[in-house]
């Protein structure tokens, strides 16, 4: 199977809708609850939602 998502910056691998990692299925990804997602996905997307956090925080300062 293969998916075309449009959100894909071919080139950097970014999400230019989540101005992140594209990782399929991660929380505000246009997959979200539609994929399964292995251990090591899910803690790779728990490492980018604290650095986003950390980013927000910082900025807030
Ligand atoms: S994270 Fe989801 S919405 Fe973003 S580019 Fe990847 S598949 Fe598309």
Redesign the pocket.
């Known amino acids: 199977m293969t ?1 075309y ?4 910056e071919i080139g950097t691998d970014q ?4 101005h992140s990692e ?5 929380p ?4 979200e609850g539609r994929v399964a997602i292995s251990d090591e996905l899910q803690r790779r997307i728990d490492q980018l939602e604290e650095e986003r956090l950390a980013r927000l925080a910082q900025r807030q300062r």
């Open positions: 998916f998502c449009k959100n894909f999400c230019t809708k989540l594209c990782i399929p299925g991660r505000g990804c246009v997959l």
